[in-house]
């Protein structure tokens, strides 16, 4: 087989001089082109070409994937975007030009910063502007909640409260006057109008803005911490603010347990300040205007989960929020274990039923009658006409709670809330179950003995160590005092509304020891220094003291009560005492011999109060007492002692009322009217 001629390669560069030595090297420009054509066809042009790179056609490529078919119905082909060819081929350049990329400066181009005081311009403008539209058409723009939000989300501690102010008075205004319901998944299939879908597109919207900004009001509302700048102290006291005011303000609408939640959580510290304050009026103010009682109850139940979870370790002012509580006020007439008299307009009030003379009413008029009654359950409904019977329900399980928390209080012995929950039981003693009487009035005694015990104590210490610790006395015997009091005015407010001889016979309760204590602690009362003072009063120091006195750690100062004054006290009880019908001659005259004898120490305001009760004792059982201001009607003989601690014992009827003598020539016009009234009414008993 013959050997196929390989061919001819020619040589297109020009020859050199190592290569070609017989050479000529021309000097003219026609000897150069002579050379160069001579000597082209020695050049090898095809061996360049060959170690080029091959490049291929990339657009011609054929696509692979199946055509579609458009919405109009014509079949096209998919067309997909090729990266360019520089991305594929990258991997192709040289180190040198990474390198140098690297190297190159990069140029970033920041942005110029506005001042605080122009954001903070911005922010208001653009607050104003979004408030504006909202409260124009909320349902047109339902988006501008969600950019307050996202402004409310600035760490400028200023734009940040000025975005919650402002959210706080577009919900107020756009809130409607009833409670949105989560819409069920029936309720989304059904066919409904436009205006319904928009409407309840708005509603969906509102809920959802309004949770969120809940969650951020509970963020901020956290009390700061003392290392935390003083902004973040001034955030959580306006999302406190905007968190009471929208209590107040939208307390049916969806979301209330939260501002409830958040309002206990600041409660349950035992440093009181500005925001502590606010938030237990705001609780204060919901148990007072609520009429439905389902708010209130919500309430009772976070704040005495609130306290069992610190071991009613919360400052006082806490628990006297209780006594706000409209609990079972609204009946006035008597009830039975079976069934509730309520008291009508009218011959009804007096027992008398109405005549009315029976029309004749023909089967059309039933109907539209019966309709009638129909459509107006239906409105009754439409306007949440609270019924007594789901109030009275609401009201018992508050009133449960209520009890519990301060039966709990008792059983522990809780020093600072004793003084609270005595307050508390002395007002809705009367609604307690009477099978409960016997242990509540045990616990009661204990009391009065633990409260005697410290007095004597205090005196006692008082007697060793009179100039360094006479301060101290003082406050301990005001607070042993009081708490006492308060003991004997809870026993005689349990039988309150009923006969407490018939009660205290059938219970087999015996309230002598209470009667005994008060009887023996009028003196001390008559010669306290703040005996119609309380808490909220104000009071200067005291010049004379040696040491200035530590701050109490509660709001309420030392005192454990804060509601009512001693005197207050003081009256209600002797009015449970002397007041009813069956009291026994010597004990009414026991008591109006120290009576009037206390009234010569009292301030003026306790003397016309204390004179006061007298009158009326005197009316109702002037008879009976008589024999103190005429000697010649009393049997018996004698000496009083008025220092005895027993009251039968102390044999009033060997004494007189001379105290009156010397009232008649009082400082005060109102206690020398007082008491020529109290002789007014002796004179005339026959």
Not at 76 to 84: A, F, M
Not at 151 to 171: C, D, E
Request: with cysteine; charged share 25%.
């Amino acid at each position: 087989m013959a050997v196929a001629r390989a061919p001819k390669r020619r040589r297109l560069s020009p020859p050199n001089e190592d290569e070609f030595p017989g050479v000529a090297k021309p000097k003219t420009i026609s000897d150069s082109q002579n050379a160069f054509f001579s000597h082209a066809a020695g050049w090898n042009l095809e061996q360049d070409y060959e170690l080029r790179s091959r490049k291929k056609n990339k657009k011609g490529k054929e696509s692979t994937r199946l055509p579609i078919k458009t919405a109009e119905g014509r079949v096209e082909q998919l067309q997909v975007s090729r990266p360019q060819s520089g991305d594929e081929d990258s991997w192709l350049e040289s180190g040198d030009e990474k390198n140098s990329a690297q190297e190159a400066p990069k140029t970033v181009h920041e942005k110029p910063q506005v001042p605080i005081r122009q954001q903070i311009l911005e922010a208001k403008e653009e607050l104003a502007r979004i408030a504006s539209l909202i409260n124009e058409d909320p349902e047109n723009h339902a988006g501008g909640f969600r950019t307050l939000s996202s402004i409310a989300a600035s760490k400028n501690p200023t734009i940040k409260k000025l975005a919650l102010a402002t959210q706080l008075a577009v919900y107020k205004d756009a809130i409607p006057g009833y409670r949105i319901r989560p819409i069920a998944e029936q309720d989304q299939t059904e066919k409904i109008s436009k205006e319904v879908r928009r409407l309840r597109a708005f509603e969906q919207t509102l809920v959802g803005s309004y949770q969120a900004y809940v969650k951020e009001l509970g963020i901020c509302a956290r009390p700061a911490k003392e290392d935390q700048a003083e902004a973040t102290a001034s955030v959580a006291m306006v999302a406190v603010s905007c968190t009471c005011a929208l209590l107040g303000a939208v307390l049916h609408f969806n979301f209330r347990g939260e501002l409830l939640k958040i309002l206990v959580a600041r409660l349950s510290s035992r440093k009181v300040g500005a925001e502590f304050v606010k938030c237990r009026d705001a609780i204060e103010k919901l148990f007072r205007d609520d009429s439905d009682g389902t708010a209130s109850l919500d309430a009772v139940s976070f704040m005495t989960r609130m306290m069992k979870s610190r071991e009613y370790q919360v400052d006082e002012s806490v628990l006297n929020t209780f006594l706000h509580l409209r609990l079972l006020t609204e009946f006035s007439s008597k009830a039975s274990q079976n069934r509730i008299d309520k008291a009508t307009n009218g011959d009804e009030a007096h027992g008398k039923k109405p005549k009315f003379k029976k029309e004749f009413r023909t089967k059309k008029i039933r109907k539209v009658m019966k309709e009638r009654k129909a459509v107006e359950k239906e409105f009754k409904e439409a306007d949440a006409i609270v019924s007594h019977e789901h109030r009275d329900k609401m009201q018992a399980e508050t009133l449960k709670l209520v009890f519990v928390t301060y039966f709990r209080i008792l059983k522990a012995r809780t020093p600072h809330l004793i003084g609270a929950v005595l307050e508390g039981l002395a007002k809705y003693a009367h609604l307690i179950n009477q099978d409960f009487f016997g242990d509540l009035l045990e616990v009661l005694k204990d009391l009065i003995s633990a409260a005697s015990a410290s007095l004597d104590e205090s005196e006692t210490e008082g007697l060793v160590n009179e100039s360094s610790s006479s301060n101290h006395t003082k406050n301990t015997s005001r607070d042993s005092i009081r708490e006492a009091l308060l003991c004997v005015t809870t026993a005689f407010a349990l039988l309150e509304g009923q006969d407490a001889a018939k009660s205290a016979s059938s219970l087999n309760l015996d309230l002598t020891y209470f009667t005994t204590h008060l009887y023996k602690s009028l003196h001390t009362l008559s010669l306290n220094l703040d005996i119609e003072f309380s808490s909220k009063s104000l009071h200067l120091p005291d010049p004379h003291q040696l040491q200035p006195q530590a701050k109490p750690p509660s709001a309420t100062g030392n005192n454990r009560v804060n509601v009512q004054t001693t005197i207050v006290l003081l009256l209600s009880a002797l009015r449970s005492i002397l007041l009813p019908r069956s009291v026994p001659p010597i004990r009414l005259a026991a008591f109006t011999k120290q009576l009037f004898t206390s009234s010569l120490h009292l301030p003026e305001k306790s003397a016309l109060a204390t004179l006061s009760l007298l009158n009326n004792v005197t009316k109702v059982h002037g008879r009976k007492i008589a024999s103190l201001w005429n000697t010649e009607e009393r049997k018996g003989d004698g000496v009083f002692d008025a220092c005895k601690g027993d009251v039968e014992g102390s044999n009033p009827f060997a004494s007189t009322v001379w105290e009156g003598e010397l009232l008649r020539v009082h400082y005060a016009p109102g206690v020398r009217e007082g008491v020529k009234g109290i002789e007014g009414s002796v004179g005339n008993v026959k």
